[in-house]
């Protein structure tokens, strides 16, 4: 989880322990049953520490402290917030085609309410996607298939097709489309995954999951995007890995700085990379996720979406971090002014592929992000989410193979290192029955790996969806087109001067030009296309 904020501060280090952040996650109003402990995982769990194993006898790395509730509820998928893209992401000119949860939805700016809509993708009257639409001189979304238009509540507006002295067709309810509720938070369109009216006010009793640290104007928040060629199962628990970080990102990164104790126990590496023994601790995992301990502060698990890592804030009676249950944990971290939090929103999609939005805020450097380019942290950030894809895709195909409720059968996971990822697949199984439901919209198999430059092409999965980079992508294509067309310029110039209008210097100035300007034209060509397009990434020449 530490891999992407590396490269977005390349200069700047963090010295010392920080302060935790406070993450709320509203409660809902429905009462549910209380919550019985189940004998089986408490006594897994209250056996004395030891080492984790993938056989049914031995004990998990869940601390003896932590608590697992369950009296047999199960987590409702399509009874939850999910976010959809970050707004500094989303063109108000024209509607966006999204898919969360295997259902396809447009999203688009109604500005005749000054609010983003969430509406089904696809138009009632012969099923075209909106999304392909655009947004008319009135504010209304307009299919452009037949010109059928609609406002912010789904209603249909127009019909061209219906005679004006006839019968008024637009105002059945068949002309209606499904809206989704939505809402903006943390500058992220959520939206809930039900167009019932009955939840046409869910968000005055449940509200998306509130982040301190995005609401502070003292914190930079800057967001990134991707679509993800694997699961959403297999994207959380890398997230919760922190062991693969000086493995799979070798060399692109630095590693959390140990701790004064562990530094004296580990400052002879093992091997090249620097692995070592990790410290983690799960405090509590009930249906509302999991409160972890590690080495350099806490993270939390808030299902389905949020996995949130954060540094320690100082112990006093103000700073404790609120529990799912209501109760509170308090930090024994010395004060500190410097604070930071690592924010990962994992979005199911579809089998086999995910929906990644990221954001790391802190109260220092902030300056940082208001002169450098979002983009160019974007090419660090995605070159680690790159660096560990190809092994993903693959590990989940083989844990279809053996299927996800054997997952513990299938992996061995011996140490302290995979308590997160332990704790994750727990709860998976243990609430959600192992996997996403889909509510049989799929029938469980995952799509066919694509060629390898297909599977981790950036322009489609990342450039396209991001206003910064984009904009970069275009202006760089611009810029390589320019410096060509002044080699071939100053070349003319040379060819087209008569003998005696240069001089030798002169002459051999613009030649010269001509080469460095064709030669900044290739490099920068070869520059947008690794960062831009396509960059393979060889782990065995690393």
Not at 141 to 162: E, M, N, R
Not at 355 to 364: D, K, Q
Request: a positive charge.
């Amino acid at each position: 989880m530490e891999a992407l904020v590396a490269s977005s501060l390349p200069s700047v280090r963090i010295r010392g322990p920080h302060p935790k952040s406070l993450f709320i996650r509203p409660r809902s109003p429905i009462l549910r049953p209380k919550r019985i402990a189940s004998p089986k995982l408490c006594a897994a769990i209250s056996s004395p520490a030891s080492p984790v194993s993938a056989e049914p006898a031995a004990t998990t790395p869940v601390e003896p402290e932590a608590r697992i509730d369950a009296a047999g509820e199960k987590f409702d998928w399509f009874s939850q917030w999910y976010p959809v893209m970050p707004v500094c992401d989303l063109d108000k000119r024209r509607p966006h085609a999204k898919k969360v949860m295997g259902l396809d939805v447009v999203v688009w700016w109604d500005r005749n309410e000054g609010a983003w809509q969430v509406f089904d993708d696809s138009c009632p009257h012969r099923l075209a996607p909106l999304s392909e639409g655009r947004i008319d001189q009135w504010g209304r979304l307009q299919c452009v298939y037949h010109g059928w238009c609609f406002g912010g509540s789904g209603d249909c507006k127009f019909i061209p097709q219906a005679p004006p002295d006839g019968p008024p067709v637009h105002t059945f309810k068949k002309a209606c489309v499904a809206v989704y509720p939505s809402t903006v938070q943390h500058d992220i369109v959520w939206f809930w995954p039900n167009s019932d009216p009955q939840y046409k006010d869910i968000i005055m009793k449940k509200k998306p999951p509130y982040i301190p640290e995005l609401d502070d104007p003292s914190y930079s928040k800057l967001m990134g995007n991707r679509e993800i060629p694997y699961g959403y199962e297999v994207l959380i628990e890398n997230l919760m890995d922190p062991a693969h970080v000086p493995y799979a990102h070798y060399g692109i990164m630095r590693t959390q700085r140990l701790s004064n104790t562990l530094y004296v126990l580990f400052t002879v590496k093992a091997d090249r990379e620097g692995g070592r023994p990790v410290e983690m601790s799960i405090k509590k995992l009930d249906i509302d996720g999991f409160l972890a301990k590690q080495e350099w502060g806490s993270s939390q698990f808030m299902p389905p979406c949020i996995f949130y890592a954060y540094s320690e804030r100082p112990s006093d009676p103000g700073n404790v971090t609120a529990m799912s249950d209501g109760s509170k944990m308090e930090s024994s971290a010395p004060t500190a002014k410097r604070r930071m939090a690592l924010i990962f929103i994992c979005i199911p999609v579809s089998p086999g592929n995910s929906r990644l939005i990221w954001t790391f805020p802190r109260n220092f450097g902030v300056w940082i992000d208001q002169v450098v380019p979002r983009w160019i942290f974007h090419v660090g950030q995605n070159l680690i989410l790159d660096s560990d894809l190809y092994l993903l895709h693959v590990e989940e195909r083989k844990i279809m193979e053996v299927g996800s409720s054997n997952w513990q059968k299938a992996c061995f996971v011996p140490t302290k290192s995979d308590v997160l990822v332990v704790g994750f697949r727990k709860w998976l199984n243990k609430y959600a029955d192992g996997q996403v439901d889909w509510k049989g919209k799929f029938s469980g198999a995952l799509p066919a790996t694509p060629p390898r430059e297909q599977l981790m092409d950036r322009y489609w999965s990342h450039v396209v969806n991001c206003r910064s980079c984009n904009n970069a992508y275009k202006g760089l294509n611009a810029l390589e087109v320019a410096l060509q067309v002044l080699s071939v310029a100053s070349l003319g110039v040379v060819a087209a001067a008569k003998q005696n209008a240069l001089s030798a210097i002169a002459r051999t100035t613009l030649v010269v030009m001509a080469v460095l300007f064709f030669g900044a034209s290739r490099w920068l060509a070869h520059f947008v296309h690794k960062n831009f397009r396509y960059h393979d990434y060889d782990h065995a020449f690393r």
